[in-house]
């Protein structure tokens, strides 16, 4: 797997980050650690970048903050007339961009196609939202009144992405944020730098044809986690959007919060699916192997437990056995293959480590679990998806463990299923499997499922850009992409309008 010749990036590109004028900086911070470049499908470094440091963040943030004051002022329409170009351009880098996320995230062809997929969709939909960033207008109790509220452009947003969506949570995020008429600071995982300089180029592409769009309104921070905290402490993010571990947001929140500033975080998930006596079995079972071992189990919308009733769980055990037996495992390059690898090897002595837990912790792994080095790239991180039975939610069934095991519960009745459901920390995704509209709609009611993707005879993973996408409890309760999020990207001003010729109080006070 070689990185360097995708998109004609090289690896004299070691130390870019955007704006360009702050590459001229680097030669100036010797501390500055170099980040390998590496593909998880051989795990051979390929090259390295140098790290973003305090001056590079600095000027960024300064840029990023110039750039909003004018861009604030661009007509929303007009802004999405920017966004429907980016669109344009990422059609017509669609598979390339798709072959660098296959070769640094290790994401299988159509599953990396699908994630700029997300872009274009995510584009589509800024652009209708261009004309619709709708404030509500009130009935004022005085005469000769009126009261509405406006939508303004919010500042500078912050960024940080996870390696597992390289691309499509930033665009998510940033999409909305141009339409909206913010500039963005993005700090991508350090184990993605060249996707996130791919699409930073792409971008700025357009950025620098269109007349209207200052220089800087998309800036690109590569580096650990420094960055993240310097963005997480400075005043001028108005917004800091955080994907990733709940350890991560925690620590980034508390920051951000300490400041009185905003937050979005999208963190960890410990997503089920509860399948009923009166579910389709076979469409169950697409859902749950793709939600549970599509992605190498690593999205946070991965199925992770899966909670059967145990009139259909022998019968639906074995399918699964089967199902999993037949999966193709390896270089994720390759047209036929289902799976790909680990993002590393630190990942796969994770999922070891959680296997060897839920033995101690009585239960059975029923299939798979082991690394793989015959028929694969041998020295990447692939392994056998795991099915696990487990005789109740021990302790490692509480963790979000990024890897793909699924772990097996029975139930006796829906009560049960729906508590068991809800009783970890994380709130992202779940899933009902049944046709009995009753259990349906207990499901998806307000004593139902506590997360924020609830969904019906479809997996806990793949959703679609236009809902809201996002999820409670330990998960951050941010919402990012479609619906109403884009209101977290801007602030709303209530104003009083008097158009008469007196001063009427509200309340009736006199004075
Ligand atoms: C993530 O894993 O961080 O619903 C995001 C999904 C994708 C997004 C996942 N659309 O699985």
Redesign the pocket.
């Known amino acids: 797997a070689t990185l360097a010749p995708a998109l004609g990036l090289t690896a004299l590109q070691r130390g870019e980050q955007w704006p360009a004028a702050s590459i001229a900086g680097q030669a100036h911070y010797p501390a500055h650690i170099p980040l390998p470049l590496v593909s998880p499908i051989d795990c051979a470094g390929h090259g390295e970048l140098l790290p973003a440091g305090p001056a590079e963040t600095e000027l960024a943030l300064a840029t990023a903050q110039q750039a909003f004051t004018q861009w604030r002022l661009v007509p929303a329409p007009q802004r999405g007339e920017l966004v429907r170009r980016i669109g344009d351009r990422v059609r017509t880098h669609k598979h390339e961009l798709a072959a660098l996320i296959t070769l640094e995230a290790g994401k299988i062809i159509s599953e990396a196609e699908g994630e700029v997929q ?1 872009w274009i969709d995510i584009c589509d939909f800024a652009v209708g939202l261009s004309r619709q960033l709708c404030g509500l207008t009130m009935a004022s109790e005085r005469a000769q009144h009126r009261l509405q509220e406006q939508w303004h452009p919010l500042g500078v947003v912050g960024v940080i992405s ?1 390696f ?2 390289p691309v ?2 930033w665009a998510w995020n940033a999409m909305l944020a141009l339409v909206c008429g913010n500039s963005v600071v993005w700090k991508p995982s350090e184990k993605t730098p060249l996707c996130a300089l791919a699409a930073t180029r792409l971008v700025q592409d357009v950025v620098a044809g269109f007349d209207a769009a200052p220089a800087g309104l998309l800036g690109l921070l590569q580096g650990g986690t420094e960055a993240g905290r310097q963005l997480a402490a400075d005043r001028r993010v108005a917004l800091l959007s955080a ?1 990733g571990s709940v350890r991560m947001g925690r620590a980034v929140a508390q920051t951000v919060a300490a400041r009185l500033g905003r937050s979005l975080l ?1 963190l960890g ?1 410990n997503n089920a699916a509860i399948v009923t006596p009166s579910a389709d079995l076979d469409l169950a079972l697409r859902g749950i192997v793709f939600g549970a071992a599509g ?1 190498c189990g ?5 199925l992770r437990r899966l909670i059967v009733h145990e009139s259909v769980a022998d019968a639906l055990l074995a399918r699964l056995q089967a199902a999993y037996a037949s999966l193709r495992i390896g270089d994720p390059r390759l047209p036929d293959t289902l799976i790909g690898p680990l993002i590393d090897h630190a990942a796969l002595q994770q999922m070891q480590l959680a296997l060897t837990a839920a033995e101690a912790q009585g239960g059975t792994v029923r299939q798979g679990g082991g690394g793989i080095t015959q028929g694969v790239p041998n020295t990447g991180a692939y392994v056998a998806p795991a099915l696990v039975s487990m005789p109740a939610q021990t302790a490692i069934v509480h963790e979000e463990t990024f890897a793909p095991i699924l772990y097996i519960l029975r139930y006796r009745d829906l009560d049960e299923a729906i508590a068991m459901q809800n009783a970890v920390s994380q709130g992202l ?1 779940s899933a009902i499997f049944s046709n009995d509209v009753r259990e349906v709609e207990q499901f998806i009611g307000p004593a139902g499922s506590d997360c924020g ?1 609830a969904n019906v005879n479809a997996g806990t ?5 236009g809902g809201a ?1 996002g999820g409670e409890k330990d998960t951050g309760g941010g919402r990012e992409s479609g619906s109403d999020a884009w209101r977290a990207y801007m602030r709303r001003a209530t104003n009083t309008i008097n158009y008469g010729s007196t001063l009427p109080l509200a309340q009736g006070v006199k004075f």
């Not at 993973?461 to 850009?465: D, K, Q």
């Open positions: 997300e996870a597992n969506f499509a949570v994907t999208e998930g992605t690593q999205r946070c919308t991965t995704s993707l993973s793949g959703a679609e850009i996408f």
